[in-house]
């Protein structure tokens, strides 16, 4: 079992004596999903034995999206070796089921930084720095290492933004090079929208010619087109792009709009998009894999036994792809447990104690969600105390952790005017404060206490019965932390640190055994939940809001 565990995090060995490069363009309009698509070829690759990676080039300056407001970019998906990037990444670890790492998400504002950094310390000998070819070859260079440095059968890059764009000209510049430089080792798709028209009820080919003619003004010639449709491609729409943009029949792939993206692998399979790829790199196709496990979960999730209603409070809700990750940890949470969890998304700052009752009455489970600043708090720590005290479901996690703790200190210690330290400076009761090293810390970018960290779990608690095991390690974006100096007082009124980091003795995880399921943990165990391996947590919590 250990094995296969290993196994199955470890997919790095090659069947390929030289790398393979998939770049994957997009255009028309942004969202169409190209970091959907990514991952699904990324899948059916590796449903084929074969070794794959997925990185992401984020044409925008800010050097990672750690300092980007939720509202402008989603949530910040962070990795084992602590980057904070793009949520995209997130898919490609639901669905490839293999960590990812800094090296796969890279955006404008690290290219330049580093090229500028080489510039100071005198590296370019008196040359005029630019565009081409130093920025292309700091790309160029940061494409090839992930496919060397873990020896990657197949690399697949994501270029963020849509062709046309000023930002991401540099990108298919590093793309067309590359081309020229390792021709049969790099294949292009560009993904593009065919919409219908409803007033002459047609779909429309010209905004993907245009945007192709855009590719080829660049001088990259896309070798498969992949055409996000609402509905079905005639043989002729096809024939014509085929035709217009210098493409092989065969290789214009429909992408319809489906009810999940976890079905887009299967849809890409029946399109044969992998097929098309290994035969562009004349390498041999056989038979499709059967992706056995990955369909029996999609029957589960689109074949619920039951609805369950969870209340996810957030001061982000406006914006769901604030909370993508763990918005998806309950789609294989649910999955796991024969049921649908019907999300509420509560704003945390529309909750008082007029509304709260009629707002959480129907509420089996409620999760308090990662956060920062003072902005809706105070409606985060009502919630706390509705569960705590009816004995609904609880889930705190990061801010949702330390709410929990607030709240306690606060309506059973007593102790009126706890707070964290982030809330509030100058609190007689800083049951959460700021971890010592983060102190003397002023710049914003990339400082926090990040990445993977040990966490030992004790026996007879919630945590350990979720995951069946001592130890584990899980992901951290935070700079506060549970006040150790007031831990005898809170295991005495009845919450208990039942997870320790065994370096620091930072707490983790924190419940309360009176109740039926209360658990708060310092972490983001969303970072960590897959399709193939849906994470305990999620999937504990899950079972108790099931239960009468
Ligand atoms: N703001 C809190 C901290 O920095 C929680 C962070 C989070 O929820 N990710 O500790």
Redesign the pocket.
Known sequence: MYFCTYFFNNLNFSKLSTTRYIFVTGGVTSSLGKGIISASLAKLLQARGFSVTIQKLDPYLNVDPGTLNPYEHGECFVTDDGAETDLDLGHYERFLNVPTSQGNNVTTGRIYKSVIEKERKGDFLGKTVQIIPHITDEIKRRIKLLGTKNKYDFVITEIGGTVGDIESLPYIETVRQLKWELGQSVLVIHLTLVPYLSASGELKTKPTQHSVKSLLEAGVQPDVLVLRTERELTEDIRAKVALFCNVNIKNVIQSIDVSTIYEVPVKMQDEGLDKVVLEKFGLPVGKNPELKAWKNFLNKYKNPEKVVDIALIGKYVELQDAYKSIAESFVHAGAVNNCKVKLHWIHSESINKKNIDETLKEIKGIVVA???GHRGMEGKIMAVKYARENNIPFFGI??GM?AAVIEFARNVLNHAKANSS?MDEKTPYPVIDIMEEQKTILEKGGT?RLGAYPCIITKNSKAYEAYGKEHTEERH????EFNNKFTDEFIKAGMVPVGMNPETNLVEIVEIPSHKWFVGVQF?PEYKSTVINPHPLFVSFVKATLEP
Not at 477 to 480: F, I, K, S
């Open positions: 990662p956060g920062f990061c801010l330390q982030e926090m974006r935070h700079r506060y983001h």
